[in-house]
């Protein structure tokens, strides 16, 4: 294991991001922070990242409600709370039962021919069944294995990565840093926040709520984009989570995610389809889409066209790599870039253990997702104030790195799981289309326009492509 680092406390590191938005300072004298690392079992600063992380997206939203009012608000988020909404979907229980299963049988770790790691997701049925075929084995963890013992752990990901599946090599720190992709990573902020366009300022109106009236098309799918959405609509946003009947998806983050927001289907490989998400683009404030890069740009909504439709919109973009490097268009997931990146070498060397070792909760999905709803309200308030159209983006690297770079723990294992007894006062019961939900309510808390969901959680598809 190479050698632990300095600990960055949360109030830096909320510092850091606020610093690089070049949001005002004076807000930061606002906000309390409660609690220490670590609250999970893991080297990381998981506590840190979730209350930094959640904290800065609070503060973005406090900054326009001010704006919106000329008035100040305390905020605070604690720590505990912080990191339950981290892994909110562990929590998530339906007419009090546990949400359905989230894993593929298949899914996970496997030992290679050259005694290396590879780490498999195969949730949805296409990259399940594809995996299958080109291992040419049946759906057991253990033919799987015997299978991937006739690969070297290189081959195995590039094979699946040429078919559009997802196999990915464990690999240290420092190999990652090495790398083309790990190098292009370490050379951007945690976030970016570019003007696009030119457009005149659009002054928002005094309103109870941060985002009252803002408009949000959520085109994100699994953990991270949909965290975004919904901590937008958390702080008032109207959005519009937009998917199609035929993209497979995971019950549990729909309805955990789901939360806030109505839902549509659109098939953006239907021209009548793409013509209503066009109408619906012209009427919006912020387009979020979190697939591959250049693939929702392929179906007609590039950045220039978006613009375009909507001169002053705020775009938002969400990938797995970065925009930048080899891997740019690869796809990915937490637990994958886990792998890549290092994390998971590191993880296992301060628990003392051979092979990969996962972090406790989906940290890099949950850090990315609200530090992208951060830069996003940073970008909406640009917007009111100086005009313009902007783009924001971030990736599941990039919060990786983000997370590293804020130290390690010596003793951080050293500390009990957190179940769903220990953060009972952190849940909240409330109707939906699946039943009646038990689940993680907001933790940033703002005295004067507190975060809440007006809309319950329904099934994809449920409401017309249409803005009320």
């Known amino acids: 294991m190479e050698g632990l680092t300095a600990l960055t406390s949360a109030k830096d590191a909320v510092a850091t991001l606020w610093q690089l938005a070049k949001a005002d300072p004076a807000l930061l004298k606002t906000i309390t922070l409660g609690g220490f690392d ?3 079992p893991s080297s990381f600063l998981i506590g840190t990242a979730a209350q930094a992380s959640i904290a800065a997206a609070t503060l973005a939203a406090s900054q326009l409600w001010q704006l919106r009012n000329n008035q100040s608000q305390r905020a605070s988020v604690d720590m505990h709370h912080a990191v339950a909404e981290f892994r909110s979907e562990r929590y998530l229980q339906v007419d009090g039962k546990p949400a359905p299963e989230l894993w593929d049988a298949i899914a996970g770790n496997y030992q290679t021919r050259d005694k290396r790691w590879v780490r498999l997701h195969t949730n949805f049925p296409a990259h399940r069944d594809g995996m299958l075929a080109l291992l040419n084995c049946a759906h057991t963890r253990d033919d799987v294995q015997k299978a991937l013992l006739t690969w070297d752990a290189a081959d195995i990901e590039d094979a699946a990565n040429a078919r559009g599946l997802l196999a990915t090599m464990m690999r240290s720190r420092k190999e990652w840093r ?7 990573v370490g050379a951007i902020p945690p976030f970016t926040i570019e003007k696009i366009g030119e457009a005149p300022a659009r002054p928002l109106k005094p309103s109870a709520r941060p985002l009252a009236g803002i408009r949000i098309l959520d085109l994100t799918r699994v953990i991270a984009g949909p965290v975004c959405g919904r901590t937008l609509a958390a702080h008032g946003a109207e959005v519009m989570r937009i998917s199609a009947e035929h993209l497979p998806f995971m019950a549990p983050l729909v309805i955990d995610n789901g939360r806030g927001k109505v839902s549509a289907f659109l098939d953006l490989r239907d021209t009548q389809d793409k013509a209503k998400l066009a109408g619906l683009v012209r009427q919006s404030d912020v387009f979020v889409q979190g697939y591959r890069p250049g693939t929702i740009a392929s179906r007609g909504f590039s950045l220039e066209n978006l ?26 997931f937490d637990s994958l870039v886990q792998m890549a990146t290092g994390i998971n070498v590191e993880e296992a060397a301060a628990a003392g253990m051979d092979g990969p ?5 989906q940290a890099l999905d949950h850090a990315a997702g609200f530090i992208l709803s951060f830069a996003i309200m940073i970008a909406l308030h640009r917007r009111a104030t100086i005009g313009g159209s902007w783009h924001v ?8 790195r983000w997370i590293e770079n804020l130290g390690r723990l010596e003793d951080g294992f050293n500390c009990p799981d957190q179940d769903r007894d220990d953060i009972a006062e952190f849940l909240e019961i409330t109707p939906s289309g699946f039943g009646e939900l038990s689940a993680v309510k907001p933790s940033g808390i703002l005295e004067k326009s507190p975060a809440f969901w007006e809309k319950p959680s329904m099934p994809l598809g449920s409401n017309p492509p249409r803005w009320a």
């Open 357 to 361: 070792k996962t972090l406790p909760c």
């Open 38 to 40: 670590p609250v999970l």
């Open 393 to 400: 983006a971030t990736s599941l690297a990039q919060a990786g």
């Open 178 to 184: 090495n790398h083309a992709q790990g190098q292009a």
């Open 307 to 332: 613009t375009k439709l909507r001169p002053g919109i705020i775009t938002a973009s969400l990938s797995a790599y970065g925009t930048r490097g080899p891997w740019a268009n690869r796809r990915g």
